[in-house]
């Protein structure tokens, strides 16, 4: 088992910052990948960006790329997500899921499906 557990949510100006952070703990070696998703009231789940804990890869869904980065520090367990720039339409519920997607492209690293392990979220909200 994996437990992860969110934090750095609030509530921020547009162009403003946040740094999420993702604590880790359990049998974190059996995920390659660490990822983000978030999903805004009324809408679908949607990808954000993932990291592979080893190779320390990382993608990004277009709507983020420039403006967010996801990193990791295996030492400590920790996956972070620091948005830049932010935009009201950032504004969700922010998950961080452990897993292993069978290949490091877009199609499987996106799909929430091969995510094993999700925290309980947390809240990002960007006023305009």
């Known amino acids: 088992q994996v437990q992860l557990v969110e934090s750095g949510g609030g509530l921020v100006q547009a162009g403003g910052s946040l740094r999420l952070s993702c604590a880790a703990s359990?049998?974190?070696?059996?995920?390659?990948?660490m990822a983000w998703f978030r999903q805004a009231p009324g809408k679908e789940r949607e990808f954000v960006a993932a990291i592979n804990r080893s190779r320390g890869v990382t993608y990004y869904a277009d709507s983020v790329k420039g403006r967010f980065t996801i990193t990791g520090d295996n030492a400590k367990n920790t996956v972070y997500l620091q948005m830049n720039s932010l935009k009201p339409e950032d504004t969700a519920v922010y998950y961080c899921?452990?897993?292993?997607?069978?290949?490091?492209?877009?199609?499987?690293?996106?799909?929430?499906?091969?995510?094993?392990?999700w925290g309980q979220g947390t809240q990002v909200t960007v006023s305009s």
């Open positions: 359990g049998r974190t070696f059996s995920s390659s990948t």
């Open positions: 899921a452990a897993g292993s997607p069978p290949t490091w492209t877009s199609l499987r690293i996106a799909e929430g499906s091969w995510y094993y392990y």
